[in-house]
């Protein structure tokens, strides 16, 4: 079971990725960008149809409208140029990552809490 929620987190994350390559390339019809961009702002968005206070029916709109407004701007998408962008998108993904980069964020980082606890330090003590 873990293994499928896996491999279905991992093709969701694709499908996201194409789905932004998608907004951003001229031979996407406009109806698909239009809705992809409903969607993305709804969900970004801190206004929600049901506010997500209201117990179950809150999260409830979210867990629905969303993923039936991906799967729709995907629907609106020829399929030639989905394929090719969900290529494109599992190819990001496979790229590989820099671990003397992600070494020196996190120094970066730690860096500046230290700087902000001695700042700390000295204007409360």
């Known amino acids: 079971m873990l293994a499928r929620i896996k491999a279905w987190a991992a093709r969701l994350k694709r499908d996201v990725v194409a789905l932004w390559l998608a907004a951003r390339d001229p031979r996407t019809p406009f109806a698909a ?42 629907r609106l998408i020829p399929r030639a140029l989905w394929a090719e962008l969900r290529e494109t998108a599992a190819r990001r993904a496979e790229r590989p990552t820099s671990r003397l980069a992600a070494a020196a964020i996190l120094a970066l980082w730690l860096a500046a809490l230290m700087l902000a606890a001695a700042w700390l330090a000295r204007r409360f003590s």
Do not use: T
């Open 33 to 74: 960008k239009a809705v992809a961009a409903l969607v993305a702002a709804y969900a970004l968005s801190p206004i929600d149809l049901i506010p997500d206070f209201v117990p179950v029916l809150g999260y409830l709109d979210d867990l629905v409208i969303v993923p039936l407004g991906i799967a729709l701007a995907i």
